[in-house]
């Protein structure tokens, strides 16, 4: 980290700084300019606050130098995570195909899906038992009958199930789920993080709509340094001025993350686009630009869908854009599971 | 709300869609243009998500025409709502000085704060004890504890304390706490709303970094739909591309807000700047914009601050903005308390 | 276009709304609901302004129900544009690689980096010349040289050129240039984008930072209703919040661009990243994504790069790119050139 | 500056890349942390571009520590520029009211609206004679014949005039106008800002839709190394995801520019808000955040007006607004003109 001073700051105030900066345990390193004097911190800056420096009135600003994630960083550990769960694998090589519906409806829905998105090649089933909805009058879920649903289709179907937890006490339901999702919205609901950490399912941590790619990896910093190494980051689309999309899917976001960090990565193309017809594009995009997995919504009648139908592809559409994904992926070198 | 079709539908398509309409229990209104026809939907929209009817395969495009709100649209309320906490009114002309430090870190700051800025004409006390941390190696807060201080506090000055909840099961410590806060990170963490909705403390609802006015709006009817209508809406800034404050005060807000609801809006202009130094103008512009209150951060010592020191006012600082704040106020023909 | 009227507006007003509409030559179709009355407008909107119609005491709101640009609309142009320049072909499955270092320097350079992209599988070099800079102290081009220098390039390699036009008094200067590039920060000198409208080269347009796809269309619009039906548009990212890529690649833009219009699509991955270790990933995302060609930085010695080095391939990396790119284009079903 | 660099770099490399630095006439200070190495350019930066200097391989990252601009920078004028033009003063206590209609439609329009205005305390006369419009379909201004209907209105009131420029070639237009504006769309448009430079009327700069605040100053440098001092910078609005306004008022914009420049800065709350009945509040709060001056949009009939009725106050409302703002102005000891 590095401190830029004001100009003029007095030889006793610079003095007083540093001893201040030594007994909060930092080696400090001066350089004294022509305008500027630069005062660098030596140590782990990872606990340090940048705007609680910025509040000393000798600082005109605090910029860092090392990421604050640690057990997240690839610097420290370069060999891609492996996430198992259910028997499939995500990450190092290993494509995950995540699909199902926006929200479970009924047992026949959710078992017409499931048994359609395996045929067609995915090897994830998801669902949401708890919705979290923008209008307190809108469907809300099935809740936990929803996650038994979910069980009989992956007894069906031998597909591991992914579905979103909204409030920690929801736990014991989530016993036969094979990752917990932790959504958007909750992205920085640092409590249920840290309950994440401390249990051992693998989490499925979705981007914030407004959060930048290091909150994202502080957050799952949350839920890594509680002991769950766990996590799959899920790009799903961000807030901007462009209004033809429902979010701004960025798509950069993949590469970046790649470098930053060994955990996989995956995109849920749906949630950004917000209208199923520019799914394909962006599943097959986001392929190609490094994605470690997919997340798809997939319904059997989308226009009665409960929630987020525009966005859903049909059985026959999925089928389709299964078929072309399959090329993108092994061009990659990756293999589905 | 308005369902603008694909041009070139078939008449017996469009039958069916007007009868699938009449069994959702909407009356319907068909306009049929060049190229258009566009079918209004009369009846309680507020229950249908727009997602859900762009999905139907004839619909192009779908508009709302009135608010999705209802609790908390001043259509149905015209006059402005006044809430009652700790002997303070906020709202209809009761103007409130919400001041205190980021957070409470010792009995001795949080006493020294608080009786300093009733002094300089603060009429309610803020203090963090739970605080939201982006990274989980900083400093999270004296939780329990913190609150417990914030009482004493309370006792030696009688100013109403308000502080921030992170989780539903820590309500049992905020049995003396006057305004419960719900932060800008949990603005949609539904759960949490739901149950502030059912007990009846008032709710000081934080705007998300990245929410919508409309947003912002369907949270507060989340907690007034479960029975609580004491809800104080705070502006806090939003993200955008700008980096040269921590985020961007929206003060349209203000009038946009006052105009759609009823409930108090207020502003905390220290999280919107993230530099004490812009404070002043931005409490002003406040007022001025027609706030109903503001939100400030206060510290005895910013720069040992354990949280947002670089945008916490000195206790002198915030006297002598008080001193000017005042004639704003009054000019807006509003009182303190 | 259709008017949201306020609640409780008088017969005898909405009456001589109506008759108003007539003399500006629309028929009306009112669509009066339980709280709203709703006038369509029937009849050419194109030229209405929603703004304008918005000032109206009666209009609570304004919606538009069909696109404000009629030449650039693919519902009254279903095929794809196929633009050619210097024998090259862009569009309807005919890809364009547009390759070059982001400023002319030399001779020397300018040679070398157009041999080898050509040998790599370019088909298209760009560079600039007249370079519009953030500071006014930075480089600004070799101008009219650095075009005299692209010409020497293209007469070695026959590689069509492109390059950018800052003011349309330099037009002489683009006698033997292929494709004139309008830049990001003149998507809207409307001055500019007619000037260039009436003169028969293709123009590459590039997306503002902060411009909508619909404005990117209208400027299209500018263009093409002074007669020149040649447009090329270009995605080149925008700006967001997010501050770990100089803006953010809207991928999205694709395919929803290659819906509403004909003309052809390009991503400029480079611009859009700002670090050459993120282009080839998002090279890649476009030709899935479904662009009809790319324009990438390349530069013999990004180090010394008078501008945007940062983000140029060297000579190799392009050269490898390529080699991946093609198996991409490939399976889009489309060819380069 | 400050380069960050890579982690390992090795000791030639590093004497190397110093000795180039050197030779870029720079003197560099070393600091070697833990993991990293950092060197410090001490010199004239200004010219440099962060982008060039993160191209080299030994650098992870550069950090600005001073301000590229400098003519427009306080630090190096610390009293307020105050502008002169047409008998009125504008910063340095001045305070200026700039209004009038967005276009100017008709003699009989600018004369009524400037009587109006002036009798309500404005003293300068706006209106747009060459109008950047979205849509080439759309009203595009009466150009010159617009500036000479100005130029009456100015002798009939000895209101000074303020007008848009869209085109260095219109400037024999504008002998007579007392203050050129540059449009937020040409904010950029750096062949007009440094022609602007070249003559000696001064020029109201308006911010970009979405560029930074530095880059704001950047525009105003442009102008300023050519010669001409006298820019009047003005805030508008910025684009956000915030859809309830036509652009968000970034009221901060005002005390940060205020610090960081000695140039008058004003705000245009009309094109930020949209609508006119946000503006007397936004007004009010530019007054309460220092800013010195306003534009306002007036128009004898809003909804009438050939552009942005919609945001247009009427001769009524601008008298009403004027009243309450003459006692913001004075409670911030100001004065009009």
Redesign the interface.
């Known amino acids: 980290m ?1 401190l ?1 001073l004001k ?1 003029g700051v007095k030889r006793q105030d610079l003095d007083r700084l540093v001893e201040e900066l030594h007994q909060m345990n930092f080696r400090t ?1 001066l ?6 004097t ?1 005062v ?1 911190l ?2 782990d800056t ?2 340090l ?1 940048v ?7 000798l600082v005109a ?1 605090v ?1 860092r ?2 990421e ?1 994630f640690k057990l997240a960083n690839r ?1 420290f550990k370069g060999s891609d995570t492996v996430i198992e769960a259910g028997g499939c694998r995500i990450g190092g090589g290993h494509f995950a195909v995540i699909a199902g519906p926006c929200s479970v409806e009924s047992a026949e829905q959710i078992e017409l899906v499931a048994k359609s998105v395996k045929s067609s090649g995915a090897n994830l089933l998801r669902g949401g038992a708890f919705k ?7 469907f809300q879920g099935l809740e936990g009958e929803g996650i038994r649903l979910l069980e009989i289709a992956k007894r069906q179907t031998g597909l591991p199930i992914v579905t979103e937890i ?4 929801d736990l014991p339901y989530f016993e036969n789920v094979d990752i917990i999702q932790a959504g958007a ?2 992205m ?4 249920l993080l ?1 309950k994440l950490g401390q249990q051992d399912k693998p989490v499925l941590l979705k981007r ?3 959060s ?4 994202l990896l ?1 957050s799952a ?2 839920i890594m ?2 002991g769950n190494q766990n996590v799959i980051l899920c790009e799903r689309g ?9 979010n ?9 993350l790649k ?1 930053l960090t060994h955990l996989p990565v995956i995109v849920d193309p749906s949630h ?7 799914v394909p ?2 599943a ?7 994605a470690d997995g997919l997340m798809i919504e997939v319904h059997n009648n ?2 009665k ?8 592809l049909t059985l026959e559409e999925f089928e389709s854009l299964m078929g ?1 994904l399959k ?2 992926i092994s ?1 990659e070198g990756k293999e589905i599971g």
Chains 1, 2, 3, 4 share one sequence.
């Open positions: 590095i830029i100009p390193h350089s004294e300019g022509e305008n500027t630069i660098g030596i140590g990872s606990r606050d705007n609680e420096m910025r509040a000393n009135a600003d910029k130098v090392s604050p610097k979290p909805r923008t209008s307190p009058y809108a909204m409030d920690i006490t919205r909750n920085q609901n640092f409590r840290k914030g709509l407004s930048t790619i290091e909150e502080m910093e949350y340094s509680e961000i807030r901007t001025f462009e209004t033809s999309t429902r701004t899917l960025d798509i950069s976001a993949v590469p970046v470098n950004a686009a917000g209208s199923s017809h520019l594009a962006l097959k995009a986001s392929v190609a630009a490094g989308p226009p869908a409960l929630s987020d139908g525009a966005q859903s072309s090329e993108y061009l």
